[in-house]
């Protein structure tokens, strides 16, 4: 650590370079204005010791500068003073000085004081890398959540888009997460759904997205049965993401007659009503991904949705949305947002339009800490 | 499902009751607070280097507010690590915390009491 020192009184330039030098800094000297801002420009000094008279200019123009050019950095200017005034002492503080030792001063108090400033830089220069270092991470994590979006963006590609029967939408965080939804229509009709929520940072949705993707459409395609799809995406996302990342998910095989063939694992309770009472519908299972393929379950639930009925199923970004009282929506509220929403819109996209607009309402401009998928369905 | 903000390591404390080996013995783990990814090495250092000494591992989380999806991952790495007979006990969770623990069916891997 480099000390400079400016001083036009020798005796105090030794004194103030004989300190420095026993606690391990490198001093180096100088006499005058001219040549403490040549010195200073020069070293960088991580501190500097300044009488409040010197030579060939103005001290206190000196800091001034001294503090402007540093910048960002941290460098405590150390004044000496014979003149002990408020006067003086305020004008050393007010030029940007961080301490002041009236001259003449004893050494003991000087390395003490000399002590507490080293203290400060290495603290300070701590503080900096470790915000460096963090600033780096910070970045290189907004990229990996860019490029995991972008994957996901692309698994999704092949989805039939949103028609009069089926409306998906996905409320983004503000970084991104790990919704999933797939949708597509089979030959015979009937409509394969799949709505997933991945564990961790969008890490786990990127890797996991390609494969349960490819499987889920050369299903659509092969016309496997659902059962057969569940345990091959359960057996490729058990393969691939490490045991503490898993799939929340909803499968689901809907006929044009409304009937419903699904299974669930890990994810909240869906709803289907008609405006006034409502049915729950609940997943049984463990997420993909958990159980080896000897363990897993793979049985369906089946329901039927009537003609007045609307089906929601919602991640649980939805149920753990806050308000600015920090109070999450929970699933007993976000059910009634749902129920007066299709009581009071006579189409599923007015219900889409009401249920977000509740939605958006609850959570009052505070940050939506995860993504939010919303999958609205009618016969 | 989002990873939890970052929080302190005090929040996670373990101690064994009993001797290693014997039947009575167990493993007795205290979170508070939120339940998230910043315990992820304080958690698994609580059972990591125990061998097969303790078959009983009790976590309580009657001080537990917050539980998230990196939580449940993490108690999945634990269930897998540890052996098959080792028994573990969620206890005094919260409705909040019960909830997510019913919708994903973590009763068929833990005791949840």
């Not at chain 1, 029967?165 to 965080?173: D, G, K």
């Not at chain 1, 993707?213 to 058990?238: G, H």
């Not at chain 1, 699933?331 to 958006?360: C, G, N, P, T, Y």
């Not at chain 2, 014997?22 to 061998?51: A, M, P, T, W």
Request: aromatic share 10%.
């Amino acid at each position: 650590m480099k000390l400079l020192i400016i001083d036009s009184q020798p005796v105090y330039q030794e004194i103030v370079s004989w300190c420095a030098e026993t606690k391990g800094l490198t001093s180096y000297v100088a006499s005058n204005f001219a040549a403490g801002w040549d010195a200073f420009q020069k070293l960088e000094p991580s501190i500097v010791v300044i009488d409040s008279i010197i030579n060939g200019g103005s001290a206190f123009k000196l800091v001034e500068m001294i503090k402007v050019a540093a910048g960002e950095r941290f460098c405590p200017v150390i004044f000496l003073s014979s003149n002990l005034d408020d006067f003086t002492m305020n004008h050393c503080f007010r030029a940007g000085g961080d301490d002041f030792i009236p001259k003449p001063f004893n050494e003991v108090l000087f390395n003490t004081r000399l002590s507490t400033h080293v203290k400060h830089v290495l603290v300070v220069e701590e503080l900096y890398k470790k915000n460096h270092d963090l600033m780096f991470y910070h970045k290189k994590t907004e990229i990996e959540h860019k490029m995991a979006k972008q994957v996901l963006n692309h698994a999704q590609r092949h989805n039939d888009g949103d028609d009069g029967n089926l409306q998906v939408t996905r409320l983004s965080a503000t970084s991104f997460n790990g919704d999933i939804a797939l949708v597509k229509k089979r030959s015979d009709g009937a409509k394969l759904i799949f709505i997933g929520d991945f564990t961790g940072h969008g890490l786990a949705a990127s890797i996991g997205a390609l494969p349960v993707t490819q499987v889920f459409f050369d299903a659509v395609e092969k016309m496997l049965p659902i059962e057969n799809i569940l345990s091959e995406i359960n057996r490729v996302l058990y393969g691939v993401l490490p045991v503490h990342m898993f799939c929340a998910a909803y499968l689901l095989v809907i006929s044009p007659n409304g009937e419903v063939h699904y299974w669930g694992g890990g994810m909240p309770d869906g709803f289907v009503t008609n405006g006034k009472n409502v049915r729950r519908f609940s997943s049984n299972h463990l997420p993909l991904g958990v159980l080896s393929a000897t363990k897993f379950e793979n049985d369906i639930s089946t329901f039927n949705v009537g003609e007045k009925d609307i089906l929601l199923i919602a991640t649980d970004g939805a149920n753990e949305l806050k308000n600015k009282e920090g109070v999450m929506l929970g699933d007993a509220h976000l059910e009634r947002f749902f129920i007066e929403s299709v009581s009071e819109s006579e189409s599923m996209s007015k219900v889409h339009e009401s249920l977000i607009r509740k939605i958006v309402t609850y959570q009052d401009d505070q940050v939506q800490q995860d993504d939010i998928t919303l999958m609205l369905y009618q016969r | 499902m989002p990873w939890g903000r970052i929080g302190t390591s005090l929040s996670l404390t373990y101690e064994y009751i009993g001797e290693k080996n014997e039947s009575e013995s167990s493993v007795l783990i205290h979170i508070q607070g939120s339940f998230d990814f910043s315990l992820f090495n304080d958690f698994r250092e609580s059972y990591i280097n125990l061998g097969n000494d303790y078959k009983l591992y009790k976590i309580n989380l009657e001080s537990v507010e917050y539980l998230d999806s990196a939580a449940l991952g993490m108690l999945l790495s634990m269930r897998s690590s540890l052996a098959d007979d080792c028994q573990i006990e969620l206890c005094g969770a919260n409705d909040f915390i019960r909830n997510i623990l019913r919708i994903s069916r973590f009763d068929k891997l833990f005791e949840i009491r």
